[in-house]
Every structure is written in structure tokens, then in C-alpha cells.
């Protein structure tokens, strides 16, 4: 399978757009506008980008766990040259929760899996996956 980022993709529009929403603040909105890519998401590699996304913006650590670790799921199905970049990163955001709940046996496993990834960037495109990937900011969990 070889997919591409498109930018004039429904989806990563919306995804976009979330983002756009988010930088400026307005972070409940974003979280509508995901749900929206998430309810409108027709395959696997939608639902991988909108399920990170949903995890970015999440106010529980649990939450943000649940949404990470669905993109992860979604991105180990699709088995793509382009997605595998997102692994690191996937991984080590579902550690970082993992250790913020005690739960440090999957911690470990999660960022040996991430440091495993870690060097690897299949697409060489400015977005690896298909948007900006970032390490969710987990220091202002409740």
C-alpha cells in the first residue's frame, strides 16, 4: 500500500482546520471539529489521523490514552511505508500516559517500542504521516 498525504483530502481539511483552531485557543471547537473527521472518517488512514488528533486535545489521561492508542491500532492495520514514521511517536505519547497512570510495566514496553521507531522516517515529506506529529503535552493533565 502506498498512501500520500493529500491535502485537499475531506478529512485532513478538517483535521487542519482543528489544528488551526486549536493554535489559536479555541480548543472546544477543535475537539468538535475532530469529532466531526472522526464520525465522517471512511478508512483506516482517516481514522488513524483523526483518532491522533482526538487524543491531542483530550482532558483526561485516560482519554488521551484511549484516542492514542486507537490511532496506533488504526496505523498498525494499514502497514504503510508512510504511516510506520508516525510509530515513534505514537508509541512514546502512549508511554508517557501509561507512566503518568503508575502503569509502569506498559510505560517500559511502550517506550522500547517508540525508541525502536525512533529513527525511522519512511515519507520524506514535511508532515510523515499526513499532518503535523507531535508529542501531546502531558503536563496539563488535571
Known amino acids: 500500500m502506498d498512501i500520500r498525504f493529500d491535502p485537499n483530502n475531506h478529512i485532513i481539511k478538517l483535521c487542519m482546520n ?13 475537539i468538535n471539529i475532530f469529532k466531526k473527521a472522526w ?8 481514522r ?28 498498525l492495520k494499514i502497514n504503510d511505508v508512510n504511516v510506520k514514521s508516525a510509530y515513534s511517536t505514537l508509541y512514546l505519547n502512549i508511554a508517557k500516559c501509561y507512566e503518568i497512570l503508575s502503569d509502569y510495566d506498559n510505560a517500559r514496553r511502550n517506550y522500547e517500542l517508540s525508541e525502536l521507531y525512533k529513527d525511522e522516517h519512511f515519507d520524506k515529506g ?3 504521516h499526513g499532518t503535523k ?10
Open 133 to 142: 506529529f507531535v508529542h501531546i503535552r502531558l503536563d496539563n493533565i488535571i
Open 39 to 46: 464520525e465522517e472518517a471512511e478508512d483506516e488512514y482517516e
Open 18 to 30: 482543528g489544528m488551526n483552531l486549536e493554535e489559536t485557543g479555541n480548543i472546544e471547537e477543535a
Open 48 to 75: 488513524f489521523i483523526t483518532a491522533y488528533h482526538l487524543a491531542r486535545v483530550q482532558k483526561s489521561i485516560e482519554d488521551k490514552l484511549k484516542w492514542m492508542e486507537t490511532s496506533l491500532q488504526f496505523a
Open 126 to 128: 514535511p508532515f510523515y
